[in-house]
């Protein structure tokens, strides 16, 4: 295989393995209602099912994303898709809701293993000039996983029952353990570093600032829009509510198209200008006095996401220097983390209302703004 052709492989399977693994985390939003149902629980202790996830996907991102460097990156991500295959079948058979929060808490963890560690390995497999292409490739993967994830678990929840939303991806998650294994591998970092030797980086904590959001608002928002589009539209059936998430996938698109726009304005204007979109988005879907003025707002929200997945990661790439591994593992605990508070944010202030919702969301997005705009940087090169 020639040179080109190789690294391009290796692209295509960190995107097909971060979108399968990072999916994981959305399954359950779109099935909390049924979850709830079936084990005679509250709505907001179901949606533990995935902030447990969420929560345990950040330990582990900070975890295995930090000690990636000291093994080989292949074997540990395979590892982590291989273990999340048995956490699925684990899921589907889960008798208790007790069992089934357990397994989905260490299924949080071991898959994390995948996403960081795929970042880190890119970015050494891939040649330099072609190096913000992967990255941005394989984040953008992070938040087209929020709609592919919904979609097909509402899909199969319909066809065949929510059990088989997990079973049916276990054999994806071993062919991806399977290609991984397959990679070229990639040089070691000699000297590794503990994040804690990071806490003292002004301009990466600015970065994480921003980071702790993007999950932490989209899947609040999308826990909290199939509510709102149930009361108010009366749209429950799963084949309309996979539709009504469509509006979001050309930013989703655009998203993966970023690296130009990086490049040339640089990752903090891009950065700044996608939340700034993001918070608008989120204010349009507050004061929507329609369905189509909603779906306006998901979509301009989404798209500003998009953009601000992977001008984050540049970023923390280029605040954390050397250090690149321990501060990508801190980005992905950050990301976690917001994506673990997201469904239990939702759930919690679900009596306030979608308005109130989206506009607390805005407002974080808002003040994640502030910060980067106004924080500590690293000497960066900018195009003119």
């Given at each position: 295989?020639?040179?080109?052709?190789?690294?391009?492989?290796?692209?295509?399977?960190?995107?097909?393995?971060?979108?399968?693994?990072?999916?994981?985390?959305?399954?359950?939003?779109?099935?909390?209602?049924?979850?709830?149902?079936?084990?005679?629980?509250?709505?907001?202790?179901?949606?533990?099912?995935?902030?447990?996830?969420?929560?345990?996907?950040?330990?582990?991102?900070?975890?295995?994303?930090?000690?990636?460097?000291?093994?080989?990156?292949?074997?540990?991500?395979?590892?982590?898709?291989?273990?999340?295959?048995?956490?699925?079948?684990?899921?589907?058979?889960?008798?208790?809701?007790?069992?089934?929060?357990?397994?989905?808490?260490?299924?949080?963890?071991?898959?994390?293993?995948?996403?960081?560690?795929?970042?880190?390995?890119?970015?050494?497999?891939?040649?330099?000039?072609?190096?913000?292409?992967?990255?941005?490739?394989?984040?953008?993967?992070?938040?087209?996983?929020?709609?592919?994830?919904?979609?097909?678990?509402?899909?199969?929840?319909?066809?065949?029952?929510?059990?088989?939303?997990?079973?049916?991806?276990?054999?994806?998650?071993?062919?991806?353990?399977?290609?991984?294994?397959?990679?070229?591998?990639?040089?070691?970092?000699?000297?590794?570093?503990?994040?804690?030797?990071?806490?003292?980086?002004?301009?990466?904590?600015?970065?994480?600032?921003?980071?702790?959001?993007?999950?932490?608002?989209?899947?609040?928002?999308?826990?909290?829009?199939?509510?709102?589009?149930?009361?108010?539209?009366?749209?429950?059936?799963?084949?309309?509510?996979?539709?009504?998430?469509?509006?979001?996938?050309?930013?989703?698109?655009?998203?993966?198209?970023?690296?130009?726009?990086?490049?040339?304005?640089?990752?903090?204007?891009?950065?700044?200008?996608?939340?700034?979109?993001?918070?608008?988005?989120?204010?349009?879907?507050?004061?929507?006095?329609?369905?189509?003025?909603?779906?306006?707002?998901?979509?301009?929200?989404?798209?500003?996401?998009?953009?601000?997945?992977?001008?984050?990661?540049?970023?923390?790439?280029?605040?954390?220097?050397?250090?690149?591994?321990?501060?990508?593992?801190?980005?992905?605990?950050?990301?976690?983390?917001?994506?673990?508070?997201?469904?239990?944010?939702?759930?919690?202030?679900?009596?306030?209302?979608?308005?109130?919702?989206?506009?607390?969301?805005?407002?974080?997005l808002a003040a994640a703004l502030t910060i980067i705009a106004v924080g500590p940087r690293p000497r960066i090169p900018v195009a003119a």
């Amino acid at each position: 295989m020639n040179e080109n052709r190789r690294w391009w492989v290796t692209i295509g399977v960190l995107m097909i393995g971060a979108l399968l693994v990072v999916s994981q985390l959305y399954l359950t939003v779109p099935l909390l209602p049924g979850v709830a149902e079936r084990y005679g629980v509250a709505l907001s202790t179901a949606s533990w099912v995935g902030g447990g996830f969420g929560l345990a996907f950040a330990v582990g991102n900070l975890v295995l994303g930090t000690v990636a460097d000291r093994f080989d990156r292949r074997h540990l991500m395979a590892v982590g898709a291989m273990a999340g295959a048995v956490a699925c079948l684990a899921a589907g058979a889960a008798g208790s809701f007790e069992v089934l929060l357990v397994v989905r808490v260490v299924q949080g963890f071991v898959v994390a293993a995948f996403p960081t560690v795929a970042l880190a390995h890119v970015a050494a497999a891939v040649p330099p000039d072609r190096r913000a292409i992967g990255v941005t490739a394989v984040s953008s993967c992070f938040l087209l996983a929020g709609l592919v994830g919904q979609g097909y678990a509402l899909s199969v929840d319909r066809a065949l029952g929510w059990q088989w939303v997990f079973w049916l991806m276990a054999p994806l998650l071993a062919a991806t353990a399977i290609a991984v294994l397959r990679l070229p591998e990639t040089a070691r970092t000699t000297t590794p570093r503990s994040f804690a030797t990071l806490l003292g980086n002004r301009p990466l904590l600015a970065a994480y600032a921003g980071g702790v959001t993007l999950l932490l608002t989209f899947v609040g928002m999308y826990t909290a829009f199939n509510a709102v589009v149930a009361q108010r539209y009366g749209i429950t059936e799963a084949g309309t509510l996979l539709l009504l998430r469509l509006p979001g996938l050309p930013g989703i698109l655009l998203g993966a198209l970023a690296g130009p726009m990086i490049t040339r304005y640089g990752p903090y204007r891009v950065t700044m200008t996608a939340l700034a979109a993001g918070a608008v988005g989120l204010a349009v879907e507050a004061l929507a006095p329609t369905l189509p003025l909603l779906l306006l707002g998901s979509a301009v929200y989404v798209a500003g996401l998009a953009v601000a997945v992977p001008a984050l990661v540049t970023i923390v790439g280029l605040a954390g220097g050397e250090a690149r591994g321990a501060a990508l593992a801190g980005h992905g605990f950050v990301v976690g983390l917001g994506g673990g508070l997201g469904p239990v944010v939702a759930a919690v202030l679900a009596p306030a209302g979608f308005t109130t919702i989206c506009l607390l969301l805005g407002a974080i997005l808002a003040a994640a703004l502030t910060i980067i705009a106004v924080g500590p940087r690293p000497r960066i090169p900018v195009a003119a």
